[in-house]
């Protein structure tokens, strides 16, 4: 028997051994899963944002099978058909699902604010943060090289004059978005919420009207004049209480900085 043919039939011999050893492995060591997480998974759109408090929706489908007290209407960017599906699978009665937009917490656009300087690094707000805070005069303020704009799904960002916008009819609020901001400028709310305060410049007033002119000066207009009690300043920045305000619009009529606006509508 000549050398090659012996080393033939040995390799030939170790890889019949090792698809038994594979084979017995796959059997002994299989582990069962639920039918329902994947029946579960295919009612979910698969952005994987993480908006249900999970990983992403294969951890959201585990848990639903594993925890019956779990809510179905967790998933923001699938919304009702999501919800409705995952209580025809496992069984639930689906819940309303809040529609959710994202606010950016900033309206320092170029008219009201200006570069401190020249800023010639990576094209990225990671990268322009690690810079000296990026090249604006506000260190809170929009970066304005669209981290945001470039990751979100649904194309739902955009820039214009320095600062990112939202187009409300095409945003999921899965949320992907806000863990792209170095700033922490945007954040998932309520579509029914119609105001917010958009800065999130916490220095002193005079401090935040020589970086942009549309900052929060602390001026507590909007807490005096609110007679629903929704508005505090808190750290030299107001905020609102959600639960108390109506919507009335007299805090935006106040506000002489102009950063408590009324959020666009879904049309």
């Known amino acids: 028997m000549t050398p090659i043919i012996t080393a033939v039939i040995v390799v030939t011999a170790i890889g019949i051994i090792c698809a038994i050893i594979l084979s017995v492995a796959s059997k002994v060591m299989y582990v069962h899963e639920d039918e329902r997480i994947s029946l579960a998974r295919e009612c979910l759109p698969g952005a994987n944002c993480g908006a249900c408090g999970f990983a992403g929706c294969d951890g959201y489908a585990k848990a639903l099978v594993e925890d ?11 919304g009702a058909d999501a919800a409705s599906g995952l209580a025809e ?25 200006e570069d401190k300087m020249d800023y010639r690094g990576v094209d990225t707000c990671a990268g322009a943060k690690l810079f000296f805070g990026g ?46 901001c170095p700033n922490n400028l945007l954040e998932t709310i309520p579509v029914e919420y119609k105001v917010m305060v958009a800065c999130s410049n916490h220095d002193k007033g005079a401090v935040t009207r020589k970086a942009c002119t549309n900052g929060c000066i602390a001026c507590k207009m909007c807490e005096k004049t609110c007679e629903q009690g929704a508005f505090t ?13 109506t919507g009335c619009g007299a805090c935006v009529e106040v506000c002489k900085p102009g950063c408590i606006i009324l959020r666009p509508t879904l049309v």
Not at 70 to 78: K, M
Not at 142 to 171: F, M, Q, T, W
């Open 135 to 180: 090249k604006g005069k506000c260190p809170y303020g929009c970066l304005g090289l669209g981290d945001c704009v470039k990751i979100c799904p649904e194309s739902a960002l955009y820039l214009e004059n320095g600062l990112v916008h939202v187009k409300p009819r095409l945003c999921t609020g899965c949320g992907i978005c806000t863990r792209a």
């Open 89 to 113: 699978v496992l069984g639930r009665t689906a819940g309303e699902v809040a529609r959710k937009v994202v606010a950016v917490n900033c309206c320092g656009d170029c008219d009201v604010t």
């Open 233 to 245: 300043v808190i750290d030299n920045l107001a905020v609102i209480d959600y639960e108390k305000c």
């Open 68 to 78: 019956e007290s779990l809510s179905v209407s967790l998933c923001t960017p699938g």
